[in-house]
């Protein structure tokens, strides 16, 4: 399987800075045919379900606020929320649909300094 | 809006037999255009991907699972279900039915989930 480790475990924040959520790929998922990398990020607040925020490593979904961004390629992303607000204290995962089974990393949580 | 929510007992006994249904609104299940899966999540966990099933019946499950897994398709009644087999407390977890998008017949990501429901393996 391949393996999604990110980094920091956690993270404090002042409202209104920057966070950015590393994530590392234990193997390459951009494919090469198509020219995209195989990576999700998804946010989750306690006691709801995941949330999908991006694909294609940097596509948006719809609805998503444009202060959350996605970046990277092969085996490195990242995922940036700009001006972060109360409303982002969450955990956020990446996850890998480029090799079955998909795979998320260990999350990352997301607090107000 | 397109909504799912998992059902099922809440605790079950080890070595028993675990079963979710996932009750789809606000779309068909019969659609080409997407996969129907299930995630889990132990306590203080990340997730991890268990199964799909396809609108034909077609199911594709994690090897890690795959020997005690069924996941079936209900179209008529717009509802998908899981059943794990032989539960131990490794098993306990909250459990949530996804729609995925796929890129083949078992990857992709997923854009609907439902709420979740928490099953405890217990004497």
């Known amino acids: 399987d391949i393996v999604m480790t990110q980094s920091p475990d956690s993270l404090a924040v002042s409202l209104g800075e920057r966070a950015t959520i590393n994530c590392k790929s234990s193997q390459n998922i951009l494919y090469n045919f198509d020219n995209k990398n195989y990576l999700a990020w998804y946010q989750q607040k306690p006691g709801q379900p995941p949330k999908l925020l991006i694909y294609w490593a940097s596509t948006r979904e719809s609805g998503v606020p444009d202060r959350f961004s996605g970046s990277g390629s092969g085996t490195d992303f990242s995922l940036t929320i700009n001006r972060l607000q109360a409303e982002d204290v969450a955990l956020y995962y990446c996850q890998q649909y480029y090799k079955t089974p998909p795979t998320f990393g260990q999350g990352t949580k997301v607090e107000i300094k | 809006q397109l909504q799912l929510q998992e059902s099922g007992p809440g605790l079950v006994k080890p070595s028993e037999t675990l079963s979710l249904t996932c009750i789809v609104s606000g779309g068909p299940i019969s659609t080409d255009t997407y996969y129907w899966d299930w995630i889990r999540q132990p306590p203080g966990k990340g997730l991890e991907w268990v199964a799909t099933?396809?609108?034909?019946?077609?199911?594709y499950y994690n090897p890690s699972l795959r020997s005690r897994l069924t996941t079936s398709v209900d179209t008529a009644k717009n509802r998908f279900s899981l059943k794990v087999t032989s539960v131990t407390a490794a098993d306990t977890a909250v459990y949530y039915c996804?729609?995925?998008?796929?890129?083949?017949?078992?990857?992709?990501?997923?854009?609907?989930w439902g709420q979740g429901a928490l099953v405890t393996v217990s004497s």
């Open positions: 099933v396809y609108n034909s019946g077609a199911t």
């Open positions: 996804a729609r995925r998008r796929p890129t083949t017949v078992t990857t992709g990501y997923f854009d609907y």
